[in-house]
Every structure is written in C-alpha cells, then in structure tokens.
C-alpha cells in the first residue's frame, strides 16, 4: 500500500491536473462562442451562392459551353482537401474525420491526391508514408477569408488542368456542442441547386457567362471557407467537452485518493493507539 506522502503527492498532483483542464476548457468555451456565431452567420450566404449559381446556370445563352468549374468527365483519379485541426485534446474529432477520410480514399482504384487543411491530418498521412500534393497549417487559429484563398487555388489549378477529375472536401461538420458529424462533399465538379417549376427569366448583365466566369471561383472560395469555419466551431466544441471530462475525471480521482488517504491515515492511527496500549498494559503487569 503506498505510503501517506505518496498518497498526499498524487492528490496534490491530480488538483493541479484539474486546474489546468478547467483553465482550457474556459478558453475552449469562449473561443466556440465566437466560432459558433461565425459558421451559424454564414451558412445562409453559403447557401445563397449556390442558389444564385443554380438560377445562373439557366439562363446561359448557349448552353452547349460550359465553364471549366462545371464541366464533369469521368472520374479516373480524384482528390481530397481533408480538414482537421492543428492541435489535440480535442476528443475523437480529429480521429473520426481521418477515419472517414481514409474510408473514402480506400473506395478509389487509383491513388487520389490528398491535401490537407490542419496539422494533424498532415501528420497523419505522412506517417502513413502517404504522398501530399499540398499542405496548409494555422488556418483556424484567425480563420480569415484571405486564409482559404491559396487552397481554392490548388483545387482549381488541378481540375483546370485535368490531373484530377473531382475534388471532394472531408471535414467535421458542427451540428452541436456535443456533436461533430465527419462530412464528405464534392467541391468540383460545381453542381448547382435544381430549380424546381419553370425557370425563371432574368435580364443579366453584362452575361451570364462573364458572371459565371466571376462567381464560380469564389463559390468554391466560400464552400473551403465555410468547411473552415465548420472545423474551427467543432475544434473549440470537441475540446470544450474533452476538458470538462477530463475535469471531472480529475476530481473524481482526487476524491477517491482523499477516501483511500484518510482511511491510510485512520488505519495508522488506529495501529498506534494499539501499540501504545499493548505496551501502557505490558508496563503495568511488570
């Protein structure tokens, strides 16, 4: 049984643990409100781009040109932009979306590409001894629009210059504090909305080609940015929780140590006074 002063180090040791989770879950929890407003804010613009590109779409005037972003061929080799964070102690978040990322690469006969969007996928896939076509790290410590820009520009190079015949996003999408769902979507080829009914007669200006020339590259802008703010918003949630429960973990053990220390300390008390009266009886007989 191990010694009182052990026992008081490892108490002393598991209250320190604890402050420094609560610490992080305090930072954790101020930083998800923030990220939360963010992704809830811009998921109706999202939203809005692609409808406008589905309305756009319609009122091509030679529908037979189809700009580069739109067109699809088959499918011989595809890449992935997989979106994880650049830190740990995040739960099972950043685990969860590598795993349905590996799943997805699996599915494919040829090797696709892979870029990843935060530390731990890079590290994941390099260990792995996988080749990666590029990497982008401290995206979600601002999360700025400006950010993204660079990665859109990789997936559009490659579907432009047919190395790849589809790009596919991984990412976790936030639906909860206490939920993460791992997401996969297809960036490009763009597939508008459907427009349901009869469509609607627009006059557009100067084109809808030149629009459309304009608009796809920051629709496939806005859907990395907004796969962004999903992971940011899901990071600070998951890691919220992980610090709670490690929290909690922490004073439940703290507790059970305080239990078995004073029941050490009773049992050595209870031995002494024994001792002192085995022995008061020993002199008294003598």
Known sequence: MPSLRDIRRRIRSVRNMSQVTRAMQMVAASRMRRAQQRVLASRPYSEAVRAMLGELSQQRADPSTLHPLLRTRAQRRAAYIVFT????????????VLRRATE???????EPEVVTAGRKGQDFFSRRGRRLAATFIGLGERADYSDIIPVARV????YTDESVDAVHLVYPRFVSTLSQTPTVAQ?????PLEEHGTPLEF???????????ALLPRYVEV????ALLETTASEHSARMMAMRNATENALDIAQGLTLTYNKARQAAITKE???ISTAAEALAKT
Do not use: C
Request: proline share 7%.
């Open 85 to 96: 964070s650049d830190r740990g102690l995040a739960g099972a978040l950043n685990s969860n």
């Open 104 to 110: 997805e690469i699996l599915r494919h006969e040829t």
């Open 155 to 158: 997936a559009i190079d490659a």
């Open 187 to 191: 960036l490009l080829p763009i597939q």
């Open 203 to 213: 006059i557009v200006e100067p084109s809808p080609e030149e629009i459309l020339d």
């Open 223 to 226: 859907q990395l940015y907004q």
């Open 273 to 275: 006074i024994t001792e």
